[in-house]
């Protein structure tokens, strides 16, 4: 089956440094999104991109967050200068034509030092 | 504010019950609802999608929507071990393109 694929599956970076974390969606999938989960707390939505925009994103989306999609296949977001508040699980998901549902990567954990 | 609201548990049934997980939502223009199974560590993994109001089945899991009571549940039937997990409940404005908003999760524990 399909799966979407993140790397890496863990990232420590000193604070202040920049960070980018990759995404495979599903191949045929058009709709990408970021979403985060601090540890023992809800999983929240970052941001969404189809057709080579955001599409939607959230008040956590603010100036030191950036998404690109740099070729047919990878689907990154960038974080400029990494704070402390910013350890978490990072998810990316992809979903298809309209009424697919999302799906979700393994996940990259995020350790800000 | 769209809130999705869980109890968070841990739900405990024996092997072989059925688990009965519930969620209620704020936002009336939501539209589709999904359950996502998450185990400790792991990413969420998808279980059930429901649009419209009644029941909808797979396999041992059922859906239940009350748009009008804001409400959306799921069932396990025949609870195995391997079923114990954190359930989470995720609402969305649209059919899979916007954004989903996630409750807290409810822990569901499967003794055997």
């Known amino acids: 089956e399909p799966e979407v ?24 999938h058009l709709y990408f999104y970021w979403y985060r989960q601090i540890l023992g707390q809800k999983v929240e939505f970052l941001v969404s ?11 956590i989306f603010d100036d030191q967050f950036s998404v690109e999609r740099p070729d047919g296949s990878n689907f990154t977001l960038k974080i400029r200068s990494t704070k402390l ?29 | 504010q769209k809130e999705v609201e869980q109890n968070s548990g841990p739900l405990s049934v024996p092997e072989g019950a059925i ?8 936002d009336r223009v939501s539209q589709s609802f999904f359950w996502y199974r998450q185990y400790s560590g792991k990413s969420p993994e998808l279980i059930m999608s429901i649009y419209s109001n ?9 859906a239940q929507l009350n748009k009008a009571s804001q409400y959306v549940s799921l069932l396990i039937r025949d609870s195995q ?8 409940c995720a609402v969305s404005m649209d059919t899979g393109r916007r954004a989903l908003t996630f409750g807290s999760g409810t822990r569901l524990q499967v003794q055997p």
């Open chain 1, 5 to 28: 694929t993140q790397t890496p599956s863990h990232q420590v970076t000193q604070m202040g440094q920049e960070v980018i974390l990759r995404c495979v969606p599903i191949s045929n």
């Open chain 1, 49 to 59: 991109f189809y057709n080579n925009e955001i599409s939607e994103k959230s008040e």
């Open chain 1, 85 to 113: 508040e910013d350890s978490a699980m990072y998810f990316c998901a992809s979903s298809g034509l309209t009424g697919q549902p999302q799906h979700f990567g393994d996940g990259t954990r995020l350790s800000i030092l």
């Open chain 2, 19 to 26: 688990a009965s997980l519930n969620c209620t939502y704020s």
């Open chain 2, 54 to 62: 009644g029941d909808k089945e797979d396999g041992r899991f059922t």
């Open chain 2, 81 to 88: 071990p391997s079923d114990s997990a954190t359930y989470l």
